[in-house]
């Protein structure tokens, strides 16, 4: 089984800056890795699969790059409605989160 | 536009078998190319998959897990179900249904359903 690690377990940033988050996969899983966000009470919702690619409605502020094991999600401006929790997603495993919180 | 709707019992007495069930509204859950699956997190956790059944009826579940669940389909009222037998305070969490695209990523979300495990 493929374990994620993400860091950092929280990270602390003010709107307007830039946020980047990491997923590292102790093994290669080619491009198949997935970013999700969930917001307190509410669903997690889909924000890039393939590594890559924006999922529908998803806000072009939100890009993701890997492949390989080192995957990054990188906000480009964080807006007020961003702060909240990212999971990365490989097939069965989840990575532990991070939680992006207002400085 | 297709939904997921988890329904099921809240509340659930140690030692005895949680039964949810997932509706499937806006689409048929035969579509090819997809899979069904469970995914729970208990409150201030993270997320745990728990399986999935294929649009072809073949299942596969959490090793951690495979010894008390089955996942089942029922295409004439176009929904699937989870069963987790054995039951103890630490299967408390909040349970998901979702649709995997093409066993890649979850691309849709019920809303959750909270399921408590206590005498």
């Given at each position: 089984?493929?374990?994620?690690?993400?860091?950092?377990?929280?990270l602390?940033l003010?709107p307007g800056e830039r946020a980047?988050l990491?997923?590292?996969?102790?093994?290669?899983?080619?491009?198949?890795?997935?970013?999700?966000q969930?917001k307190?009470?509410?669903?997690?919702?889909?924000l890039?699969?393939?590594?890559?690619?924006?999922?529908?409605?998803?806000p072009?502020r939100f890009?993701?790059?890997?492949?390989?094991?080192?995957?990054?999600l990188?906000i480009s401006s964080l807006e007020p409605e961003d702060f909240a929790v990212y999971?990365?997603?490989?097939?069965?495993?989840?990575?532990?989160?991070?939680?992006l919180e207002i400085? | 536009?297709?939904?997921?709707?988890?329904?099921?019992?809240?509340?659930?007495?140690?030692?005895?078998?949680?039964?949810?069930?997932?509706?499937?509204?806006?689409?048929?859950?035969?579509?090819?190319?997809?899979?069904?699956?469970?995914?729970?997190?208990?409150?201030?956790?993270?997320?745990?998959?728990?399986?999935?059944?294929?649009?072809?009826?073949?299942?596969?579940?959490?090793?951690?897990?495979?010894?008390?669940?089955?996942?089942?389909?029922?295409?004439?009222?176009?929904?699937?179900?989870?069963?987790?037998?054995?039951?103890?305070?630490?299967?408390?969490?909040?349970?998901?249904?979702?649709?995997?695209?093409?066993?890649?990523?979850?691309?849709?979300?019920?809303?959750?359903?909270?399921?408590?495990?206590?005498?």
């Amino acid at each position: 089984e493929i374990v994620l690690t993400q860091s950092p377990a929280t990270l602390s940033l003010s709107p307007g800056e830039r946020a980047t988050l990491s997923c590292r996969a102790s093994q290669s899983v080619s491009s198949y890795l997935a970013w999700y966000q969930q917001k307190p009470g509410q669903a997690p919702r889909l924000l890039i699969y393939d590594a890559s690619n924006r999922a529908t409605g998803i806000p072009a502020r939100f890009s993701g790059s890997g492949p390989g094991t080192d995957f990054t999600l990188t906000i480009s401006s964080l807006e007020p409605e961003d702060f909240a929790v990212y999971y990365c997603q490989q097939r069965s495993s989840f990575g532990q989160g991070t939680r992006l919180e207002i400085k | 536009q297709l939904q997921l709707q988890e329904s099921g019992s809240g509340l659930v007495k140690p030692s005895q078998t949680l039964s949810l069930t997932c509706a499937v509204s806006g689409g048929s859950i035969s579509s090819g190319g997809y899979s069904w699956s469970w995914i729970r997190q208990p409150p201030g956790k993270g997320l745990e998959w728990i399986g999935y059944i294929y649009h072809s009826g073949s299942t596969y579940y959490n090793p951690s897990l495979k010894s008390r669940v089955t996942i089942s389909v029922d295409r004439s009222k176009n929904q699937f179900s989870l069963k987790l037998s054995s039951v103890t305070a630490a299967d408390t969490a909040v349970y998901y249904c979702a649709r995997e695209r093409q066993l890649r990523y979850f691309d849709l979300w019920g809303r959750g359903t909270l399921v408590t495990v206590s005498s």
